[in-house]
């Protein structure tokens, strides 16, 4: 459990939002170094840009 509330609903809300178009992990761990991710998004190959989401979309 994370000790900031906002952060856990932020990485559900993008998790719900992203997962249709793609693969969402959260709390990622990246093997080059010692960091974490909160949320790692891989979009499917075939998706072009997400217009229903606005500036995320483009971000993803």
């Given amino acids: 459990m994370t ?6 609903f932020a990485k559900g809300f993008l998790e719900s939002l992203l997962s249709p178009f793609g693969e969402v ?8 170094e010692v960091r974490e991710v909160d949320v790692y998004f891989q979009p499917n190959a075939s998706i072009q840009p997400i217009p229903e989401l606005g500036l995320l979309g ?3």
Avoid: G, L
């Avoid at 000790?3 to 856990?8: A, L």
């Avoid at 992990?25 to 080059?32: A, C, E, G, L, N």
């Fill in 58 to 60: 483009n971000i993803a």
């Fill in 25 to 32: 992990q959260t709390s990622f761990k990246i093997s080059s």
């Fill in 3 to 8: 000790r900031f509330p906002h952060d856990e």
